[in-house]
């Protein structure tokens, strides 16, 4: 079936510690996206790739990096410099254009140790 | 600048009441497009619908059905005779159409609970 997988599910952090957020999708869409979903506050903007080798910031940047590789991928790294990582991250992606809906995959959440 | 108002934080209902959830937003653009999602406890959001901003026809789906009015700046969405299973988070957003990206912004959600 076509869809975004996230992995992991779970994730703990340590202090200091980079991870990398997994995101792939099997739907041969242009445009990936990632955001952070804190309690009360909807869904935030981190970045955001139109194509391949291509990506740009959102409203939430800082402390955050993304490559994009292959059409296919677009992981996202949350580094030490991140000071409040804790919260459910959500990949999505489109086929681009304002006029499409997103498609979003199950999530990680993210968790400070 | 673009904004998404879910005033509705929380709403609890018995089953088969109907209910309604607001959404209000804001934006400069003429040509713009809005979304309702769906967000079950198991986390993914679920794709429900999409209007354009040219087209303020009303749409129903089975128990769904969404009121777009461009006077009020509102796409409203009202569940019929609601059931266990439509408890969830739910989201509206806003996309506008400029600069081939589709970045969505989003309502901060509206938290319904069905009581059986």
């Known amino acids: 079936d076509g869809g975004i997988t996230q992995s992991p599910k779970y994730l703990f952090r340590k202090e200091g510690q980079n991870v990398t957020l997994s995101c792939e999708q099997n739907?041969?869409?242009?445009?990936m996206y990632w955001y952070r979903q804190d309690p009360g506050q909807g869904l935030r903007l981190i970045y955001y790739s139109q194509i391949v080798n291509d990506f740009q910031k959102g409203d939430i940047a800082e402390g955050y990096s993304v490559s994009r590789e292959k059409k296919e991928s677009f992981p996202l790294t949350v580094t030490s410099a991140q000071k409040n990582p804790t919260a459910f991250y959500l990949c999505?992606?489109?086929?681009?254009?304002?006029?499409?809906?997103?498609?979003f995959g199950d999530g990680t959440r993210l968790s400070i140790l | 600048a673009q904004k998404v108002t879910q005033a509705q934080t929380e709403i609890s209902v018995v089953e088969k009441e109907d209910v309604t959830l607001d959404c209000v937003y804001e934006t400069r653009d003429t040509t713009y497009y809005l979304f309702w999602y769906k967000q079950p406890p198991s986390g993914e959001l679920v794709f429900l619908i999409r209007?354009?901003?040219?087209?303020?026809q009303n749409e129903i789906s089975g128990r769904y059905s969404w009121n777009f009015q461009k006077s009020t700046s509102s796409f409203n969405f009202t569940i019929t005779a609601s059931q266990v299973v439509d408890s969830a988070v739910y989201f509206c957003a806003l996309s506008e159409a400029r600069g081939g990206a589709n970045n969505l912004f989003f309502g901060t959600g509206t938290r319904l609970t069905v009581i059986p």
């Open positions: 999505a992606s489109t086929v681009g254009g304002g006029s499409q809906p997103q498609h």
């Open positions: 209007r354009n901003s040219f087209d303020e």
């Open positions: 739907l041969n869409h242009d445009a």
